[in-house]
């Protein structure tokens, strides 16, 4: 935030707010910098990631038998579901490093032997089947992205509203990359 506001001017943005549209520009042009810091990667599995870790524990023989609910013919749906209530998946949650949030490859090995056992042997086809459990399950982390994007971005514009327009703000002067105490 702090770059952003110091890029302005060399950006052509406005650095003093006078109007909602030099607000609506400038949370536009946010809004783009935050989304292209693909943050969403803190939140998710790394489906690329997953699939080889799975043939690595497959062509290692590495596989922690599935020891959770039973998964035998269940849809991906439904094995998303079970691995997310088996405390499978680590880092979910914590937001600690890009792509943080994965499954251990002999586990997630152990429960597409369980789960796809009409798929004997095939690395290649265990490893595509996992991948489409990851797509399912990161369905809900990479909207709880867009949710904490969006409400992060409306934030933003409130406390810019208040601090450079509104008639009862401080009217701070210009946007600078310099730090503005506002708590007094």
Do not use: C, H
Request: a neutral charge.
């Amino acid at each position: 935030m702090i770059e952003f506001s110091a890029s302005l001017a060399s950006k052509g943005l406005p650095v003093r707010v006078k109007s909602q549209k030099d607000i609506d520009t400038l949370i536009d042009a946010f809004e783009k910098e935050v989304r292209a810091l693909n943050l969403w990667q803190y939140y998710v599995l790394d489906t690329t990631k997953e699939k080889a870790s799975i043939k690595s524990a497959l062509r290692a023989g590495q596989v922690t038998l599935w020891q959770g609910p039973d998964v035998k013919g269940k849809s991906v749906v439904e094995i998303a579901k079970i691995v997310k209530s088996s405390g499978s998946i680590d880092g979910i949650g914590r937001l600690a490093a890009r792509f943080g949030v994965r499954v251990d490859g002999s586990v997630a090995a152990g429960l597409v032997r369980a789960a796809f056992v009409n798929i004997v042997g095939d690395v290649e086809a265990l490893a595509e089947a996992w991948g489409r459990v990851v797509d399912v399950l990161n369905l809900p982390l990479y909207a709880e992205w867009e949710e904490d994007t969006k409400i992060a971005l409306e934030s933003v514009k409130n406390r810019l509203k208040y601090t450079r327009l509104e008639e009862g703000g401080p009217k701070l002067g210009d946007i600078s990359g310099k730090w503005v105490d506002t708590s007094s």
